[in-house]
């Protein structure tokens, strides 16, 4: 008598099953399988099981290393977590949340861990900019839903190539997969929507270098060349730019997008040509279009397979919804046009991630009076945009040197300390370049123009507060010498520090507190006393950036102030263990 099968709720079935439909090898399927029975013997594994199994494979899948040709080892086994996904039925969302859990069961690396991490930053980042390029596409071309009206066609008549929805797919590949060439951007979010702001002016160039595909794009669109349906454009000449049409519109910064397009995009598009990924004078003339777009998705392909991980054309799919957690990219039953594509980024997986790390802080308990008025709702994308923008208002017209006011600061002093501030600033400065470059095993080293622009941002807001804290130190001490203030080390490195930190945080990096102190080897006690300070001396700070410094505050309040080697330990020590009373410590 032969063995009844098991059903399939089984697990051993239910790996079987999975490991047929992704192709596995049976060593990452017994792996699998291993886990997943030892935790299941030792916790209760609440909900669909077979999704559990899906951590358990992703986790064997990334273990696993395959030879390659000639001696190397390619991380992986050719089997991405989207086809792990799809599989088990299991949404990106219902994974991330279950794979968390599964990490603390297993209690398996920090470097796995971290590379869970990452990869939800950068989902979380394509979610949000995928949100904005829909509402830019209606924008700058036609809409891809228009087409599901026009009457039907004939079984003899062939589907034209490159129609408004194969173009929203292209612009979209072409973006994922210049985004994923570029560690350094993908899970920055104001770097990422300037690529994808140079994306879709290279679309609408090549839009307008065919007359016969001028029809893609929106005749009510701003940055449209006058008479453009009658103007013919040469190969040889450079097309209309709209990345400032864009910027303006879309809520963008101009200098970071120009300087994306510029040192980045059009070098890196360059290679795709060498590389005859793309080919032709126009990307989007139908002899060359398919090609283009077969090409460049197979790239990506191969690039999600031993790279990537989440293939984020899945935001394309018909089936996003389940699959991700996000409303289908055009409902087919909302009104044609802008308005209803801006009222439909609102989405539930938006309220996802905001309420997990969202990329505004959510208001402390200290330092509320320091907040200004609420700001309108905003989306992710202007909140980062506008945080540069306020930043960069700051700053304007400033140089990162000293000004002739703190100059004669400095001269007025018994000693004058502008050499040895100075040569501080140069010091923190080159500190900060090297780690920020670095690569390690939280996150990918960024390009060296980021972190010298990040610096030079950081150094005139340095000066600029220093000199307003003199300023005010000068009325309050009645112009009393001030050298012994200005020789204090640890103002200054705690000062230019929380300058560093302003910076990162208008750009929305994934460098968070406390990665500064720790790259300039200051202790948090000391960069407590410099907040407030600072809070008082610029009024510029945006909202969010007083929330960001005040959360700060209460992260070291609660329990970075507390550790064995803290600061406050001596300072105690000092004041023979007598404590201030809450009269004397407060303005």
């Known amino acids: ?11 051993g079935a239910a790996i079987e099953r999975l490991c ?54 390619m991380e992986g086994n050719a089997v991405s977590l989207t086809r792990i996904l799809r599989s088990a039925r299991l949404s990106l969302i219902q994974f991330f949340s279950k794979m968390k859990k599964w990490m603390d069961m297993s209690n398996l690396s920090q470097e796995f861990r971290e590379r869970v991490e990452r990869l939800e930053r950068n989902f979380e980042v394509s979610t949000v900019i995928f949100k904005k390029f829909e509402p830019i596409f209606l924008d700058v071309f036609q809409n891809p839903y228009e087409e599901t009206s026009k009457p039907q066609r004939s079984r003899k008549q062939r589907r034209m190539p490159c129609n408004v929805r194969d173009l929203f797919n292209f612009c979209w590949t072409l973006f994922v997969y210049t985004k994923g060439n570029f560690r350094m951007i993908g899970d920055d979010l104001v770097n990422s929507y300037h690529l994808l702001l140079c994306c879709l002016d290279l679309i609408f ?38 990345i400032a049409t864009l910027c303006e519109l879309h809520d963008g910064l101009l200098v970071e997008a120009k300087g994306i397009k510029e040192h980045y995009f059009k070098p890196y598009i360059s290679k795709l040509f060498d590389r005859k990924i793309l080919k032709g004078e126009c990307l989007l003339d139908l002899c060359n279009f398919t090609e283009n777009s ?24 018909a089936d996003a919804e389940e699959e991700i957690g996000t409303p289908r990219k055009f409902p087919v039953d909302i009104p044609v046009g802008k308005t209803a594509a801006r009222a439909h980024v609102e989405s539930h997986l938006q309220q996802h991630f905001e309420k997990k790390r969202s990329f505004a802080p959510s208001t402390p308990l200290t330092g509320r009076r320091y907040l200004r008025e609420k700001e309108a709702v905003i989306t992710p994308v202007a909140s980062a945009t506008q945080s540069v923008s306020r930043l960069q208002s700051i700053v304007a017209g400033l140089k990162n ?13 018994a000693r004058s300390p502008m050499e040895s501030i100075m040569s501080r600033v140069k010091e923190i400065g080159e500190k900060f370049c090297c780690s920020y470059t670095q690569s390690t095993d939280e996150q990918p080293g960024s390009h060296i123009d980021f972190a010298v622009n990040r610096l030079m941002l950081a150094e005139i807001l340095y000066y600029k507060i220093l000199e307003t804290i003199m300023v005010q130190e000068i009325r309050r001490l009645h112009g009393k010498d001030l050298t012994a203030l200005l020789e204090q080390d640890v103002f200054h490195r705690s000062l230019m520090a929380c300058c560093l ?3 990162l945080f208008a750009y929305s990096s994934p460098r968070t507190f406390p990665w ?9 006690f000391y960069f407590y006393k410099v907040i407030e300070v600072l809070i008082r001396s610029e009024e510029g700070l945006s909202r969010d950036m007083v929330k960001h410094l005040n959360s700060i505050e209460e992260q070291i309040l609660e329990s970075l102030a507390w550790t064995r080697d803290s600061a406050l330990w001596d300072a105690l020590q000092a004041s023979d263990n007598k404590v201030p009373t809450c009269e004397e410590v407060c303005f």
């Not at 008598?1 to 697990?11: H, L, T």
């Not at 029975?37 to 609440?46: C, D, K």
């Not at 040197?401 to 002093?413: D, G, H, K, M, N």
């Not at 500064?516 to 948090?524: A, G, K, Q, S, W």
């Open 516 to 524: 500064i102190i720790e790259v300039l080897d200051l202790r948090p």
């Open 205 to 242: 160039a090549n839009a307008l270098l065919c007359p016969n595909r001028r029809d893609l794009l929106n005749p009510s669109f701003k940055g449209l060349p006058a008479g453009f349906r009658m103007t013919e454009i040469k190969a040889s000449e450079d097309p209309p730019c709209i």
């Open 294 to 317: 077969k090409a460049l998705n197979k790239e990506y392909e191969e690039y999600v397979l031993t790279v990537g991980d989440f293939d984020e054309r899945v935001f394309l799919g």
């Open 20 to 73: 047929q439909e992704l192709n596995l090898d049976a060593a990452s399927a017994a792996e699998a399988l291993r886990d997943f029975t030892a935790l299941r013997g030792t916790y209760s594994l609440e909900g669909e099981p077979l999704h559990w199994l899906a951590c358990a494979l992703y986790v064997a899948c990334r273990k696993s290393r395959v030879p390659t040709v000639g001696s190397g080892l």
């Open 501 to 503: 930190e302003i910076v």
């Open 401 to 413: 040197a000293p000004s002739e006011q703190l100059i004669a600061i400095f001269e007025s002093c």
């Open 1 to 11: 008598m032969s063995r009844p099968e098991p059903p399939p709720s089984e697990p």
